[in-house]
Each structure stands twice: as structure tokens, then as C-alpha cells.
Nanobody, 121 residues
């Protein structure tokens, strides 16, 4: 069983930055694919980025602005978000799975509760 806890969300002006963190429990964290998804009001959940043991992969809409990274010693994955836009406003979810999703893909077995990111114009 893996438990995930996101933090770092908040309110930021357009053009600003935020760093999200996702702390994971479990002994095999380093082998898991760790991903970020987001869901805006009235929209379906969408993929943002994934980091696996084999690859890092981003959605086109965040490429060049967001950076996903992980610290296996701390069982934590991060999402550095720069040049934020109002359309990045969403609840951001951390997800984990034992499968290698280094080129994207689903489903994920474990999900966090989400953290709200609001970007004002």
C-alpha cells in the first residue's frame, strides 16, 4: 500500500512560480512511476507529467514550464511550475504506480487527495 500526500499549492499571479511536493509512504518508492495530474472545474482530469525509473514525460501544454523531479531518499516527488498561466488553475493530484509509465499512460493504483493551485490574471 502506498499513501500520497501533496502540498505546496496556493494562489499565485500569472507569470509566477510554485513548487508542489508529494510525500509517499512505502519501501519501493524508487521503482514506482510517479505522476502529476490536474483537474480544473468542469473539466476532466488531465495528465501533467510523469517520472519513472526509465524516463520523464510531460504533457505538451506544460513542456518547458514545468519540471518534475524526485528525491528517492525522501520518498518525495516534486513539480516545479514556472511561468504559470490562469489556465493552469486546477486541483493537482499526485499518483503512483508500480508499472513503468515513462511514456505516459494509465491507470495509476494510488492517488493523493490533491492540492489547489490558483493562478490569477
Amino acid at each position: 500500500q502506498v499513501q500520497l500526500a501533496e502540498s505546496g499549492g496556493g494562489l499565485v499571479q500569472a507569470g509566477g512560480s510554485l513548487r508542489l511536493s508529494c510525500a509517499a509512504s512505502g519501501r519501493t518508492f524508487s521503482s514506482y512511476s510517479m505522476a502529476w495530474f490536474r483537474q480544473a472545474p468542469g473539466k476532466e482530469r488531465e495528465f501533467v507529467a510523469v517520472i519513472s525509473w526509465s524516463n520523464i514525460y510531460y504533457a505538451d501544454g506544460v513542456k518547458g514550464r514545468f519540471t518534475i523531479s524526485r528525491d528517492n531518499a525522501k520518498n518525495t516527488v516534486y513539480l516545479q511550475m514556472n511561468s504559470l498561466k490562469p489556465e493552469d488553475t486546477a486541483v493537482y493530484y499526485c499518483a503512483a504506480d508500480a508499472r513503468d509509465y515513462g511514456l505516459g499512460g494509465e491507470p495509476y493504483d494510488y492517488w493523493g487527495q490533491g492540492t489547489q493551485v490558483t493562478v490569477s490574471s
